[in-house]
């Protein structure tokens, strides 16, 4: 175990230099989020102050969103959604380090093979939570408050932040292994995205949702990150366990993925 | 079997790759400490294959691969912390200075910190890169990666150093440099396999030369062994763009001691038993023939003119 950890460290510290040389990507990486934040936020506030019944759609905001603070509510979205990004982007070193055959030379090493994907789980973690930590600095600029305690909704966001990114970047990393080259990787992850976007309780809450919509946003890992952090920055209840259960499961589906799809690269 | 543990055993290794081709069709050999062996080859012949299956990088289909005794299947751990493994291609991080790469291999290889940085500090020194150390490598010249690369692969002190192809496309002055280092390595006991398709390179380097082709050990020896083999000295005729007509040939092959005589490219071998005396007459006939010789050369064999022989093509063809 403490070689494991003394391993991950090390490869972790090889992604830690990628990011004191290369500080742009950091910033480029919350313009999104914070596009997503200061637009979409301000759009929603536009249609309830001129709704014909504001009265009507305040109350179908309590009764489907579980409140009337928008902007709280797509605080917690957008920063799952940076996690996310982050972690499906998670195996882009791999992916380049196959190319130029830097990662022979790390297979031909004996340190742990479970090291690669913790050090880069570590690493977007490490790296999701500056710009969280930025983006939650605007927000709270915005006017986004925790509802009830703040150190509760950051353990949320830290907790199940982390149990999303696992599968994820895990999966990312697998992807990073079957296909042969960086452009196709790009083009799945890409069209990977908006889908987990648009089919995630982001922009709206799963209970205002079509049916069919529900459904989807069920089976989306997102969904079971989201309505927790969410529920700890609104001070309201949520499946706290049954979310955790279902992030746990579906890090446990792709860890198994991971390791057929890397035994496999060995014949 | 030797009282001494060889640094590397392979026996009857077959690797089919799921495609269905056959890299590796029973490939047999043994690596004893301190040794060069060469594995000599036109690309495509399986070398790359054996020498990544050596590196723990594939599975064997069948055959053993033992590294200082541990089997690269059941004990890939302690078979890769005995090996150094040095890419063909430089496999280096732009971000990372000389010094960062040195540190990142000590841990893969859990060098102890305390001696890490001493060893950084040798290693810097032996390929002579102490005073761009802090740099990041995407300023380092193609040479001064190679030779990063090559300390990244000592760094652990390995007993069995891997190198595939280690001198393509570097310039004269790296290519004599890495000959040096390997030839301080040797004399420090480090057991190394190479691939080359350089016949001078694995002639200069090699204390032992395996010769493959298509997936099998056409012959292995030393290299004055397999010159020994090839029964003959050679006479070599560069006949430029001049043409010669079939029966000037047969007339060549008629002169007296001539055993063989063959067209490569532009030039014309003639094995012989004794190729002092040939020489002239070559010369004499070619110009009799309005052929000109270009120049002439004559001596012992080359490992290119045994490759031929044995493979019944130049292994450039393939290359």
């Known amino acids: 175990m403490t070689t494991l950890l003394a391993d991950t460290w090390a490869l972790t510290q090889r992604w830690l230099i990628h990011l004191r040389r290369d500080r742009m990507s950091l910033m480029l990486g919350i313009i999104q989020p914070l596009i997503l934040l200061t637009l979409a936020g301000p759009l929603l506030h536009h249609i309830v102050r001129d709704a014909a019944d504001v009265e009507a759609v305040r109350a179908f905001m309590r009764d489907r969103f579980a409140t009337e603070d928008y902007l709280t509510f797509l605080f917690s979205g957008v920063a799952v959604f940076t996690i996310l990004v982050n972690s499906v982007l998670g195996g882009i070193p791999i992916v380049f380090d196959r190319e130029?055959?830097?990662?022979?030379?790390?297979?031909?090493?004996?340190?742990?093979?479970?090291?690669?994907?913790?050090?880069?789980?570590?690493?977007?973690?490490?790296?999701?939570?500056?710009?969280?930590?930025?983006?939650?600095?605007?927000?709270?600029?915005?006017?986004?408050?925790?509802?009830?305690?703040?150190?509760?909704?950051?353990?949320?966001?830290?907790?199940?932040?982390?149990?999303?990114?696992?599968?994820?970047?895990?999966?990312?990393?697998?992807?990073?292994f079957v296909f042969p080259h960086h452009s196709i990787f790009f083009a799945i992850?890409?069209?990977?995205?908006?889908?987990?976007?648009?089919?995630?309780?982001?922009?709206?809450?799963?209970?205002?949702?079509?049916?069919?919509?529900?459904?989807?946003?069920?089976?989306?890992?997102?969904?079971?990150?989201?309505?927790?952090?969410?529920?700890?920055?609104?001070g309201a209840d949520a499946a706290w366990l049954a979310s955790a259960g279902g992030l746990l499961a579906f890090d446990a589906a792709c860890f198994a993925l991971a390791v057929v799809v890397l035994r496999r690269r060995l014949d | 079997m030797s009282a001494v543990t060889p640094a590397l055993e392979v026996q009857e290794l077959v690797k089919v790759y799921p495609s269905g081709v056959r890299a590796v069709d029973g490939v047999s050999f043994t690596v004893e400490p301190g040794e060069v062996?060469?594995?000599?080859?036109?690309?495509?012949?399986?070398k790359s294959t054996t020498i990544r299956v050596v590196a723990t990088l594939l599975r064997p289909t069948s055959g053993a691969v033992r590294v200082l005794g541990h089997d690269v299947?059941?004990?890939?751990?302690?078979?890769?912390?005995?090996?150094?493994?040095?890419?063909?291609?430089?496999?280096?991080?732009?971000?990372?200075?000389?010094r960062q790469h040195l540190e990142l291999s000590g841990r893969l290889y859990r060098v102890p910190a305390a001696a890490l940085r001493a060893r950084v500090g040798e290693l810097l020194a032996l390929v002579e890169l102490t005073d761009r150390a802090d740099e990041p490598v995407k300023r380092f010249s193609g040479g001064m990666k190679k030779r990063l690369d090559l300390a990244c692969g000592l760094l652990h002190r390995p007993r069995l150093l891997i190198l595939d192809e280690p001198t393509v496309g570097l310039d004269i002055q790296t290519r004599l440099r890495i000959w040096r280092f390997v030839a301080e390595l040797r004399a420090a006991g480090t057991a190394i396999l190479l691939t080359t398709h350089d016949m001078e390179e694995a002639d200069e380097?090699?204390?032992?030369?395996?010769?493959?082709?298509?997936?099998?050990?056409?012959?292995?020896?030393?290299?004055?062994?397999?010159?020994?083999?090839?029964?003959?000295?050679?006479?070599?005729?560069?006949?430029?763009?001049?043409?010669?007509?079939?029966?000037?040939?047969?007339?060549?092959?008629?002169?007296?001691?001539?055993?063989?005589?063959?067209?490569?490219?532009?030039?014309?071998?003639?094995?012989?038993?004794?190729?002092?005396?040939?020489?002239?007459?070559?010369?004499?006939?070619?110009?009799?023939?309005?052929?000109?010789?270009?120049?002439?050369?004559?001596?012992?064999?080359?490992?290119?003119?045994?490759?031929?022989?044995?493979?019944?093509?130049?292994?450039?063809?393939?290359?």
């Open chain 1, 189 to 234: 992850t890409g069209f990977m995205l908006s889908p987990l976007l648009i089919l995630s309780p982001t922009f709206v809450a799963r209970d205002a949702m079509p049916a069919w919509m529900q459904t989807a946003a069920l089976l989306n890992p997102m969904t079971h990150a989201i309505e927790p952090i969410r529920a700890a920055f609104l």
């Open chain 2, 37 to 46: 062996f060469a594995l000599l080859g036109p690309n495509g012949a399986g």
């Open chain 1, 100 to 176: 130029t055959g830097f990662m022979d030379k790390v297979l031909a090493s004996p340190i742990s093979r479970l090291a690669i994907p913790a050090s880069r789980f570590v690493y977007v973690i490490i790296y999701s939570l500056m710009q969280v930590a930025i983006i939650g600095a605007v927000a709270l600029a915005l006017g986004v408050r925790p509802h009830g305690s703040a150190l509760l909704a950051v353990a949320a966001l830290v907790g199940y932040g982390a149990l999303l990114a696992a599968g994820i970047s895990v999966l990312s990393l697998a992807l990073a």
């Open chain 2, 73 to 98: 299947v059941s004990a890939p751990d302690q078979a890769r912390a005995a090996i150094g493994y040095v890419p063909q291609e430089v496999a280096l991080d732009r971000h990372l200075t000389a």
């Open chain 2, 205 to 319: 380097l090699a204390d032992r030369v395996a010769i493959v082709d298509h997936g099998k050990v056409q012959a292995l020896g030393t290299a004055a062994a397999l010159k020994a083999g090839f029964g003959g000295e050679m006479v070599k005729a560069d006949l430029g763009r001049t043409e010669l007509e079939p029966a000037a040939l047969e007339a060549l092959r008629g002169l007296e001691g001539v055993s063989a005589v063959e067209r490569r490219g532009r030039a014309l071998l003639f094995t012989t038993a004794g190729a002092r005396d040939l020489a002239p007459k070559v010369a004499a006939a070619l110009e009799a023939r309005g052929a000109p010789a270009r120049a002439l050369a004559f001596g012992p064999p080359t490992l290119d003119d045994v490759f031929l022989k044995i493979t019944g093509h130049a292994i450039r063809d393939e290359a």
